[in-house]
């Protein structure tokens, strides 16, 4: 079976090497993320997939934010994240168009996103909505020969699961944030693995503790320090077959930041060395 790889998320901007922040770590994979559709539109792809073939990373996958509000809570979460607004429908659909357009001229295999707070009544119109948007993004990701992923946390394992069975695309998958689904409360990470375990092709190595209010979310932790039992999430990828990357995601800047991500590499790479 391939190793699995170990890397980092980094920024794309137009002023400079979204590859230093990997390389500083050692690391030869990553996942290029940004919010502002203009570095999407104006970044060249080409010249960037020679700059990263030079330092000898990998780019996993694209991670595509979007335009309008975003506030990461139980109360204005569900109105402003994702394609679930129909008021900020039209102008996200166009710029995870443009993430995508990127990824498949950069060579990425996928895009990732948080499609929002996606209604578990599968029979309402906001759900039914909102299934047409995604596969308006996801079928113009097919037709590009690139996946899309569905970054967890908003929505159940279930009603992800249910998504993906009713879009009956190809190229769908699964970025799986574990700490996401205990900070917003939606599920053990490990039992996802029993219902959605197929479709992970990415791991975002983030850890968290569970919400102790209704309106805040949990709080974000170092990797191995939160609810996920990183030592047991991996032994179960493993057993599924995942040979996708985990990629460290540390949601705090800083010195702090930097420290975290060099002690997640070192705990990684001991878990995955002692895989059979």
């Known amino acids: 079976m391939p190793r699995n790889k170990i890397g980092t998320m980094t920024t794309l901007r137009l002023d400079g090497d979204p590859f230093a922040h990997v390389a500083q770590f050692g690391l030869e994979t990553c996942q290029l993320v940004s919010w502002d559709v203009r570095t999407w539109r104006q970044a060249d792809p080409v010249a960037l997939r020679r700059q990263a073939d030079a330092a000898g990373i990998e780019v996993a996958a694209c991670w595509v934010g979007y335009p309008g509000p975003a506030v990461w809570?139980?109360?204005q979460g569900p109105l402003t994240l994702g394609l679930v607004p129909p008021e900020y429908r039209r102008l996200r659909i166009e710029a995870l168009k443009a993430g995508a357009d990127f990824a498949?001229?950069?060579?990425a295999p996928a895009i990732i996103t948080h499609c929002g707070f996606v209604p578990q009544e599968c029979a309402s119109a906001a759900y039914r909505e909102t299934l047409v948007a995604i596969y308006e993004v996801a079928a113009y990701?097919?037709?590009k020969g690139i996946g899309f992923w569905f970054e967890t946390g908003q929505e159940t394992p279930v009603t992800l699961l249910r998504v993906?069975?009713?879009?009956?695309?190809?190229?769908?998958?699964?970025?799986?944030d574990p700490a996401n689904l205990i900070l917003y409360g939606m599920g053990n990470p490990l039992d996802a693995l029993d219902v959605f375990g197929i479709y992970v092709r990415c791991i975002h190595a983030k850890d968290g503790l569970y919400p102790t209010t209704g309106h805040s979310l949990g709080r974000e932790t170092k990797v191995g320090e939160g609810k996920v039992n990183f030592p047991e999430l991996v032994r179960r990828l493993h057993a599924l077959g995942y040979t996708g990357a985990y990629i460290i995601e540390r949601e705090i800047s800083g010195e702090q930041q930097r420290k975290d991500i060099a002690e997640t590499v070192h705990y990684l790479r001991r878990l995955l060395a002692a895989l059979p």
């Open 73 to 75: 809570d139980f109360i």
């Open 104 to 107: 498949a001229a950069f060579g």
């Open 141 to 143: 990701c097919a037709d």
């Open 164 to 176: 993906i069975q009713d879009l009956r695309l190809p190229g769908l998958g699964i970025n799986l």
